[in-house]
Protein backbone atom coordinates (compact mmCIF):
# COMPACT_ATOMS: atom_id res chain seq x y z
CA UNK A 1 0.00 0.00 0.00
CA UNK A 2 1.23 3.64 -0.95
CA UNK A 3 1.38 5.75 2.04
CA UNK A 4 -1.22 8.08 0.48
CA UNK A 5 -3.84 5.67 0.05
CA UNK A 6 -4.17 5.14 3.72
CA UNK A 7 -5.76 8.47 4.04
CA UNK A 8 -8.33 7.25 1.92
CA UNK A 9 -11.46 4.76 2.68
CA UNK A 10 -11.10 1.46 0.32
CA UNK A 11 -14.13 2.04 -1.30
CA UNK A 12 -13.16 5.63 -2.52
CA UNK A 13 -10.01 4.25 -3.10
CA UNK A 14 -11.87 1.77 -5.77
CA UNK A 15 -13.49 4.06 -7.24
CA UNK A 16 -10.82 6.47 -7.90
CA UNK A 17 -9.22 3.86 -9.51
CA UNK A 18 -11.31 2.96 -11.50
CA UNK A 19 -11.82 6.86 -12.76
CA UNK A 20 -7.83 6.43 -13.20
CA UNK A 21 -8.78 3.17 -15.47
CA UNK A 22 -11.66 4.95 -17.26
CA UNK A 23 -9.19 7.51 -18.31
CA UNK A 24 -11.06 10.50 -16.61
CA UNK A 25 -8.03 12.23 -15.53
CA UNK A 26 -7.79 15.14 -17.93
CA UNK A 27 -5.62 18.18 -18.01
CA UNK A 28 -3.19 17.14 -16.14
CA UNK A 29 -0.22 19.87 -15.21
CA UNK A 30 2.15 20.13 -12.43
CA UNK A 31 4.22 23.05 -11.45
CA UNK A 32 6.12 23.02 -8.46
CA UNK A 33 5.18 20.15 -6.61
CA UNK A 34 1.67 21.10 -7.39
CA UNK A 35 -0.64 19.48 -9.84
CA UNK A 36 -3.84 20.03 -11.06
CA UNK A 37 -6.32 18.30 -13.21
CA UNK A 38 -9.80 17.84 -14.03
CA UNK A 39 -11.67 14.86 -13.47
CA UNK A 40 -14.09 14.13 -16.23
CA UNK A 41 -17.50 12.13 -14.68
CA UNK A 42 -21.17 12.80 -14.32
CA UNK A 43 -19.54 16.21 -13.84
CA UNK A 44 -16.13 17.70 -14.42
CA UNK A 45 -14.12 18.56 -11.08
CA UNK A 46 -11.11 20.24 -10.28
CA UNK A 47 -8.32 18.63 -8.28
CA UNK A 48 -5.33 19.92 -6.65
CA UNK A 49 -2.62 18.23 -4.91
CA UNK A 50 0.57 18.48 -3.70
CA UNK A 51 2.60 14.84 -3.81
CA UNK A 52 6.19 14.67 -4.30
CA UNK A 53 8.26 11.95 -4.02
CA UNK A 54 5.51 9.76 -2.55
CA UNK A 55 4.43 12.25 -0.14
CA UNK A 56 1.10 14.12 -0.44
CA UNK A 57 0.62 16.88 1.85
CA UNK A 58 -2.73 18.14 0.76
CA UNK A 59 -5.54 17.25 -1.54
CA UNK A 60 -8.48 19.55 -2.79
CA UNK A 61 -11.44 18.89 -4.68
CA UNK A 62 -14.46 20.55 -5.21
CA UNK A 63 -16.69 18.35 -4.99
CA UNK A 64 -19.26 18.11 -2.21
CA UNK A 65 -18.02 14.56 -0.73
CA UNK A 66 -14.62 16.48 -0.44
CA UNK A 67 -15.69 19.95 0.30
CA UNK A 68 -16.62 18.03 3.89
CA UNK A 69 -12.85 17.75 4.24
CA UNK A 70 -12.93 14.13 3.15
CA UNK A 71 -10.39 12.57 0.78
CA UNK A 72 -12.30 12.02 -2.53
CA UNK A 73 -12.34 9.55 -5.49
CA UNK A 74 -11.20 12.59 -7.84
CA UNK A 75 -7.88 12.82 -5.84
CA UNK A 76 -7.40 9.24 -5.87
CA UNK A 77 -7.60 9.25 -9.24
CA UNK A 78 -5.52 11.92 -10.00
CA UNK A 79 -2.82 9.93 -7.24
CA UNK A 80 -3.10 7.27 -9.27
CA UNK A 81 -2.31 9.08 -12.50
CA UNK A 82 0.65 10.65 -10.71
CA UNK A 83 2.03 7.14 -9.70
CA UNK A 84 1.38 5.52 -13.25
CA UNK A 85 3.72 8.44 -14.66
CA UNK A 86 6.03 7.87 -12.27
CA UNK A 87 6.85 4.07 -13.03
CA UNK A 88 5.27 2.99 -9.76
CA UNK A 89 2.20 0.31 -10.60
CA UNK A 90 -1.13 1.68 -9.46
CA UNK A 91 -1.76 -0.88 -6.99
CA UNK A 92 -5.42 -1.09 -5.64
CA UNK A 93 -4.78 -1.56 -2.13
CA UNK A 94 -7.58 -4.32 -2.30
CA UNK A 95 -7.36 -8.00 -2.72
CA UNK A 96 -9.35 -8.01 -5.93
CA UNK A 97 -7.25 -9.73 -8.63
CA UNK A 98 -6.84 -9.07 -12.37
CA UNK A 99 -5.60 -11.77 -13.65
CA UNK A 100 -7.31 -14.89 -14.92
CA UNK A 101 -6.63 -18.06 -12.40
CA UNK A 102 -6.88 -21.68 -13.57
CA UNK A 103 -7.64 -22.77 -9.29
CA UNK A 104 -10.91 -21.07 -7.90
CA UNK A 105 -14.48 -21.04 -6.92
CA UNK A 106 -17.58 -19.19 -8.21
CA UNK A 107 -19.46 -17.94 -5.67
CA UNK A 108 -23.01 -16.50 -4.70
CA UNK A 109 -25.51 -15.66 -2.11
CA UNK A 110 -29.02 -14.86 -1.32
CA UNK A 111 -30.49 -12.08 1.08
CA UNK A 112 -33.17 -10.96 2.59
CA UNK A 113 -32.57 -7.83 1.89
CA UNK A 114 -29.54 -5.61 0.51
CA UNK A 115 -28.28 -4.37 3.79
CA UNK A 116 -25.28 -5.95 5.23
CA UNK A 117 -26.02 -4.41 8.57
CA UNK A 118 -29.39 -5.85 8.87
CA UNK A 119 -30.11 -8.54 6.39
CA UNK A 120 -29.58 -11.71 6.48
CA UNK A 121 -28.31 -14.38 4.06
CA UNK A 122 -30.49 -17.43 3.54
CA UNK A 123 -28.55 -19.35 0.92
CA UNK A 124 -24.99 -19.78 -0.72
CA UNK A 125 -23.62 -21.38 -3.27
CA UNK A 126 -20.73 -22.17 -4.79
CA UNK A 127 -18.50 -24.04 -7.70
CA UNK A 128 -15.08 -24.93 -7.14
CA UNK A 129 -13.17 -25.36 -10.10
CA UNK A 130 -9.81 -27.59 -10.27
CA UNK A 131 -6.85 -26.74 -12.69
CA UNK A 132 -7.44 -29.10 -15.82
CA UNK A 133 -11.32 -28.37 -15.10
CA UNK A 134 -12.54 -30.99 -12.46
CA UNK A 135 -15.57 -29.61 -10.78
CA UNK A 136 -17.37 -29.44 -7.36
CA UNK A 137 -20.56 -27.82 -6.53
CA UNK A 138 -21.98 -27.08 -2.74
CA UNK A 139 -25.32 -25.49 -1.97
CA UNK A 140 -27.39 -25.03 1.01
CA UNK A 141 -30.25 -22.79 2.34
CA UNK A 142 -29.97 -21.39 5.86
CA UNK A 143 -32.17 -20.85 8.79
CA UNK A 144 -33.27 -17.52 9.75
CA UNK A 145 -36.10 -16.14 11.75
CA UNK A 146 -36.19 -13.01 9.71
CA UNK A 147 -39.57 -12.51 7.74
CA UNK A 148 -39.07 -13.06 4.37
CA UNK A 149 -40.42 -10.02 1.83
CA UNK A 150 -43.00 -11.17 -0.72
CA UNK A 151 -40.46 -9.67 -3.62
CA UNK A 152 -37.82 -11.90 -1.96
CA UNK A 153 -39.60 -14.80 -1.72
CA UNK A 154 -40.99 -13.86 -5.78
CA UNK A 155 -37.38 -13.33 -7.24
CA UNK A 156 -36.05 -16.19 -5.19
CA UNK A 157 -38.92 -18.61 -5.11
CA UNK A 158 -37.03 -19.65 -1.64
CA UNK A 159 -40.25 -19.35 0.92
CA UNK A 160 -40.11 -18.99 4.32
CA UNK A 161 -41.19 -22.15 5.20
CA UNK A 162 -38.00 -23.37 3.14
CA UNK A 163 -35.67 -21.09 5.33
CA UNK A 164 -37.43 -22.02 8.59
CA UNK A 165 -36.70 -26.08 7.75
CA UNK A 166 -33.38 -24.83 6.75
CA UNK A 167 -29.74 -25.79 8.50
CA UNK A 168 -28.24 -23.08 10.91
CA UNK A 169 -25.73 -20.04 10.02
CA UNK A 170 -22.87 -21.46 11.43
CA UNK A 171 -23.25 -24.75 9.93
CA UNK A 172 -23.43 -24.04 6.38
CA UNK A 173 -20.44 -21.45 6.74
CA UNK A 174 -18.13 -24.16 8.23
CA UNK A 175 -19.21 -26.17 5.93
CA UNK A 176 -19.40 -23.20 2.88
CA UNK A 177 -15.14 -22.05 4.38
CA UNK A 178 -14.13 -25.37 4.24
CA UNK A 179 -15.27 -25.78 0.89
CA UNK A 180 -13.88 -22.39 -0.54
CA UNK A 181 -10.61 -22.72 1.94
CA UNK A 182 -6.99 -21.11 0.02
CA UNK A 183 -8.43 -20.39 -3.24
CA UNK A 184 -9.53 -16.98 -5.10
CA UNK A 185 -13.26 -16.41 -5.14
CA UNK A 186 -14.95 -15.31 -8.02
CA UNK A 187 -18.84 -13.42 -8.36
CA UNK A 188 -20.36 -10.82 -10.01
CA UNK A 189 -20.27 -8.01 -7.38
CA UNK A 190 -17.92 -9.97 -5.66
CA UNK A 191 -17.88 -7.29 -2.59
CA UNK A 192 -21.32 -7.52 -2.17
CA UNK A 193 -21.01 -11.50 -1.19
CA UNK A 194 -17.96 -10.34 0.62
CA UNK A 195 -20.05 -7.97 3.08
CA UNK A 196 -21.88 -10.41 4.30
CA UNK A 197 -19.95 -13.19 4.73
CA UNK A 198 -16.92 -11.68 6.20
CA UNK A 199 -19.89 -10.35 9.10
CA UNK A 200 -21.33 -13.86 9.26
CA UNK A 201 -18.01 -15.20 9.15
CA UNK A 202 -16.52 -12.76 12.19
CA UNK A 203 -19.91 -12.65 14.25
CA UNK A 204 -20.65 -16.45 13.86
CA UNK A 205 -17.66 -18.56 13.71
CA UNK A 206 -15.12 -15.74 15.37
CA UNK A 207 -12.51 -16.12 11.75
CA UNK A 208 -11.70 -13.39 9.55
CA UNK A 209 -12.84 -14.35 5.94
CA UNK A 210 -10.61 -11.92 3.83
CA UNK A 211 -9.67 -14.15 0.50
CA UNK A 212 -8.86 -12.97 -2.85
CA UNK A 213 -11.15 -12.47 -5.47
CA UNK A 214 -11.95 -11.21 -8.64
CA UNK A 215 -15.39 -9.58 -9.81
CA UNK A 216 -17.17 -10.02 -12.72
CA UNK A 217 -18.89 -6.99 -12.78
CA UNK A 218 -15.87 -5.16 -13.17
CA UNK A 219 -14.65 -7.49 -16.05
CA UNK A 220 -18.00 -6.78 -17.69
CA UNK A 221 -17.64 -3.01 -17.40
CA UNK A 222 -13.98 -3.34 -18.53
CA UNK A 223 -14.42 -5.59 -21.90
CA UNK A 224 -17.36 -4.67 -22.55
CA UNK A 225 -17.83 -1.23 -23.10
CA UNK A 226 -21.05 0.68 -23.94
CA UNK A 227 -23.94 -1.58 -22.31
CA UNK A 228 -27.20 -0.06 -20.58
CA UNK A 229 -26.68 -2.51 -17.96
CA UNK A 230 -24.03 -4.60 -16.18
CA UNK A 231 -26.04 -6.81 -13.89
CA UNK A 232 -25.68 -10.47 -13.92
CA UNK A 233 -28.87 -11.69 -16.24
CA UNK A 234 -27.74 -8.67 -18.79
CA UNK A 235 -24.21 -9.79 -19.22
CA UNK A 236 -25.31 -13.39 -19.40
CA UNK A 237 -27.75 -12.97 -22.34
CA UNK A 238 -24.45 -11.08 -24.15
CA UNK A 239 -22.66 -14.43 -24.01
CA UNK A 240 -26.25 -16.00 -24.77
CA UNK A 241 -25.73 -18.21 -21.47
CA UNK A 242 -29.05 -19.23 -20.17
CA UNK A 243 -30.14 -17.30 -17.67
CA UNK A 244 -33.79 -19.03 -16.98
CA UNK A 245 -33.37 -20.06 -13.44
CA UNK A 246 -32.20 -16.74 -12.35
CA UNK A 247 -32.14 -15.92 -8.59
CA UNK A 248 -31.31 -19.44 -6.66
CA UNK A 249 -27.76 -19.39 -5.50
CA UNK A 250 -26.23 -21.91 -7.85
CA UNK A 251 -27.94 -21.43 -10.94
CA UNK A 252 -26.52 -17.40 -10.68
CA UNK A 253 -23.27 -19.48 -9.84
CA UNK A 254 -23.18 -21.57 -13.01
CA UNK A 255 -24.28 -18.34 -15.14
CA UNK A 256 -21.37 -16.14 -13.21
CA UNK A 257 -18.97 -18.83 -14.05
CA UNK A 258 -20.34 -19.20 -17.77
CA UNK A 259 -19.26 -15.20 -18.02
CA UNK A 260 -15.78 -16.14 -16.18
CA UNK A 261 -14.65 -18.24 -18.46
CA UNK A 262 -15.76 -16.45 -21.94
CA UNK A 263 -13.58 -13.46 -20.40
CA UNK A 264 -10.75 -15.76 -19.86
CA UNK A 265 -11.25 -16.76 -23.73
CA UNK A 266 -11.19 -13.29 -24.79
CA UNK A 267 -8.27 -12.12 -23.07
CA UNK A 268 -6.37 -15.65 -24.39
CA UNK A 269 -7.06 -14.41 -27.77
CA UNK A 270 -6.05 -11.03 -26.96
CA UNK A 271 -3.16 -11.90 -25.89
CA UNK A 272 -2.36 -14.44 -29.04
CA UNK A 273 -3.29 -11.65 -31.29
CA UNK A 274 -0.60 -9.86 -29.30
CA UNK A 275 1.94 -12.31 -29.95
CA UNK A 276 1.39 -12.72 -33.55
CA UNK A 277 1.65 -9.21 -34.18
CA UNK A 278 5.10 -8.86 -32.09
CA UNK A 279 6.90 -11.83 -32.58
CA UNK A 280 5.20 -14.21 -35.30
CA UNK A 281 3.97 -14.15 -38.75
CA UNK A 282 1.97 -11.30 -39.44
CA UNK A 283 3.41 -7.71 -40.30
ZN1 LIG B 1 -13.82 15.12 -5.55
Not at 62 to 74: E, I, L, Q, S
Not at 136 to 153: A, R
Not at 210 to 229: E, G, V
Not at 255 to 276: D, H, P, S, V
Request: charged share 25%; net charge negative; glycine share 6%.
Amino acid sequence: MRAWQRRFSHKILERGYQYYEDELVDEMQTEQEITTATIKGSKPYHVQVRYQNGHLSWATCDCPYARNGRYCKHEAALLYALDAQKGIPPVLASKRLELFVEDYAVIDIETTGLDDARDAIIEVGAIRVYPGGRLETYTSLIHTDQKLSSSIETLTGITQDMVSKAPPLEKVLREFGDFVRGTTLIGHNVPFDLAFLKRDFLSCLHEEFDPYYIDTLYLARRYLKNMAHYDLATVASYFKIDTGYHHRALQDVLMTLGIYRCFKEIEAFRQLCYRLENEMIIP
